[in-house]
């Protein structure tokens, strides 16, 4: 990918399970974005996390950052068939005069009934 | 509020022929619209960005001259995939900011995608 490296690559669970998926990236950053793709789709955002933030909640999702470690994870909490979908890390770099959005290579969820 | 749309969602084309892919800010003016490419089972590779009037600039190992960008108003960008190879099909995804380049960077939306075929 431009940014990093997610993993696992794919990750296929029961439903009720939790979903940990883990990004790297390679420069510093403001903040690392999470998004979620289904099958074919376009692009949901889910939740953003700023560089000084070790941890946030939205609602089942829970993301840590670690800048010491370029790193962080998204947890799915209690997780149902409708999560299945892919799920990207995206962080800021600045070139060219312009803010772009990089994604991470994404981690391909299943969740089974 | 802050949608984008792609038009067409699918295409069909036959290769060496050209298709132009049309993206759209429906409810906000984007001063900045970027496009990316991604490969089945794939991340988002960013191919270029545009700012509304200028040329767009293009990512490193992008052919500029087989991939036209047009951002000729502050609501619509277009992709030409020029001469269109079965290497070209792919899934093609618009985004849209709104505001300066220095907005906060998650105000940037993205379209359905558009997948494209070259037979």
């Known amino acids: 990918s431009q940014q990093g490296e997610e993993d696992p690559q794919a990750l296929s669970i029961q439903e009720g399970e939790n979903a940990t998926m883990n990004c790297s990236y390679k420069?510093?950053?403001?903040?690392l974005q999470w998004y979620r793709q289904n099958s074919g789709r376009g692009l949901v955002h889910l939740i953003l996390?700023?560089?000084?933030?070790r941890e946030k909640h939205s609602g089942r999702l829970r993301v840590t950052l670690d800048t010491s470690k370029k790193s962080s994870s998204l947890l799915i909490t209690a997780s149902r068939a409708a999560d299945t979908a892919s799920y990207f890390c995206?962080?800021?770099?600045?070139?060219?005069?312009?803010?772009?959005?990089?994604f991470g290579a994404g981690t391909r969820l299943a969740v089974h009934p | 509020g802050a949608v984008v749309s792609q038009h067409p969602s699918r295409v069909i084309c036959k290769s060496g022929t050209s298709v132009k892919i049309e993206c759209r800010s429906l409810?906000?003016?984007?001063?900045?619209m970027f496009w990316y490419r991604q490969f089945p089972k794939k991340s988002l590779m960013l191919m270029a960005t545009?700012?509304?009037?200028?040329?767009?600039?293009?990512e490193q190992g992008v052919e500029k001259d087989k991939f036209l960008i047009n951002h000729a108003s502050l609501t619509l960008s277009t992709l030409t995939v020029t001469s269109a190879h079965p290497e070209d099909s792919s899934f093609y995804i618009c985004?849209?900011?709104?505001?300066?380049?220095?907005?906060?960077?998650?105000?940037?939306?993205f379209g359905p995608g558009t997948r494209l075929t070259v037979t």
């Open positions: 996390i700023r560089s000084n933030e």
């Open positions: 995206a962080t800021v770099l600045f070139s060219g005069g312009y803010n772009k959005l990089i």
């Open positions: 545009s700012n509304e009037g200028s040329k767009a600039t293009y």
């Open positions: 420069t510093s950053i403001n903040n």
């Open positions: 985004s849209a900011r709104a505001g300066t380049s220095g907005s906060l960077p998650y105000e940037q939306y």
């Open positions: 409810d906000f003016q984007a001063t900045t």
